[in-house]
Nanobody, 125 residues
Framework: QVQLVESGGGLVQPGGSLRLSCAVS????????IGWFRQAPGKGREGVSFISSADGSTQYADSVKGRFTISRDNAKNTVYLQMDSPKPEDTAVYYC??????????????????WGQGTQVTVSS
């Protein structure tokens, strides 16, 4: 059973920084995708970023490109989302997710089979 546990959320000021962590256990695939998603109140869940366990390739939503960085520590089975210069519109519950690699779709919910419980990020002064 794959389990994902997010941590690191909280209150951050605009222009500050925050690092989210996603600890993964119970792997069922040799190579897999880890995605970060977020859901703001009254909105749907949107893809933020993705990283491949096979080659470390990444993708970012246009709204976070240049501000957020996804990375991995294979020894710790942990994926990170470094949030620099966050904006109030980044306020949301952030989720990490695990799924198989494929030709496309890494920013969409259907690509992923397992999800964490989420961590709240609030960007406010």
């Amino acid at each position: 059973q794959v389990q994902l546990v997010e941590s690191g959320g909280g209150l951050v000021q605009p222009g500050g920084s925050l690092r989210l962590s996603c600890a993964v256990s119970g792997f069922t695939l040799e190579y897999y995708a880890i995605g970060w998603f977020r859901q703001a109140p009254g909105k749907g869940r949107e893809g933020v970023s993705f990283i491949s366990s096979a080659d470390g390739s990444t993708q970012y939503a246009d709204s976070v490109k240049g501000r957020f960085t996804i990375s991995r520590d294979n020894a710790k089975n942990t994926v990170y989302l470094q949030m620099d210069s966050p904006k109030p519109e980044d306020t949301a519950v952030y989720y990490c997710a695990y799924g198989p690699l494929g030709p496309y779709g890494y920013m969409f919910n259907w690509r992923y089979d397992y999800w964490g419980q989420g961590t709240q990020v609030t960007v406010s002064s």
